[in-house]
């Protein structure tokens, strides 16, 4: 549990937060530029002058930040420039005090794939392969409490969904609690379990990740992204493709390489969706799930339709048009056509 009451006056605006995170495992904090996102992990973190923190029900407010047991992650956090990155690690497993967890250097060299980097100099490493070994020694600071700032905005999209995916993994077998800054909502919802958004110093909206993101979509009159979790069955060597069930249920895709490999889940856009009351019979296209139609809402000019999948949700777009000649009710079921897996 994280208690805080917060108040710092900043340039344009105050930083007045009362937020209490009662349960969560990763939690993410999103909002526009200068919204007091940096200054929230850095208040919590003890950088910012003496505020109200609760942490596991304890008071931390009266302790310096190197007793917190948090680790803060800033965005252009720096390397020892003489080490090499092992060197780097090890310095770190070494001389970091207090240490809460009992994670190995190995361990986080194997899961965050490092080995061939361990004898660079940092000065070569890229700015993706940077932010992934400042990570590790994140780690190899042993705290339970770890926020991040921006952690992963030089990786592509393919290695930052399977970095977020070993750290979902990391958080679970350690028991780290994790607080991630990012600008992209498509970050935070893959991997956080709650959500907090701020505007102008003030949180507006929290809660769990997929309705407060979808509060977000929604006001931007945006489509919700779809995240489907699924099951690996086998790696079809003729095709080049992966056969996987659709987590909890019998229902199948196959989906190329490049999108399994950023975790256990697939995230699917609106335009990648089609839908239709009658089961195609006739058609090249083998990515077909059943589903019932929960909602369906006007947004902006069109029709959102939220649609179970097993316990799952997927968000499509149709137009009034198309709506109109429809005429779906909720509670029908209806067949979900996903383009692009393949």
Known sequence: MIKLTLFKALNNFD??????????NIAGVFGPSGSGKSTLLRCISGLEGKQSIYINNQPVHHLPSDKRGVTLQVQS????????????LAFTQKHCANRETNISEQEVITALELQPLLKRNVQSLSGGERQRVVFARTMLAGQKLII????FSALDWPLRFKTLTTLS???????????????????????????IQLEKGKVINQGTSALVAKAIYANNKQTPLSLLNYDIIKFDEKYAVYHLLI??????????????????????????????AIKPILT?????????????EMIDSNWQLTLNVDG?????LLSARVWDQSNYKEGDTLYAAIHNLE
């Open 15 to 24: 930083l007045d937060i009362n937020l209490q995170l009662e349960s969560f």
């Open 77 to 88: 956090c720096p390397l020892f420039p003489h080490l090499d990155v092992a060197g780097n």
């Open 148 to 151: 991040l700032d921006e952690p």
């Open 169 to 195: 993994e990391l958080a679970a077998k350690f028991n780290i609690k994790f607080i991630i800054v990012s600008h992209s909502l498509k970050e935070l919802l893959f991997c956080c379990d709650t959500l």
């Open 247 to 276: 987590k909890q249920s019998e229902q199948q895709l196959f989906v190329s390489p490049s999108a399994v490999e950023q975790g256990g889940k697939l995230i699917i856009e609106s335009e990648q969706i089609s839908i239709s």
């Open 284 to 296: 090249e296209h083998s990515n077909i799930l059943v589903c019932i139609l929960i909602n369906a």
């Open 312 to 316: 799952q949700t997927l968000y499509c």
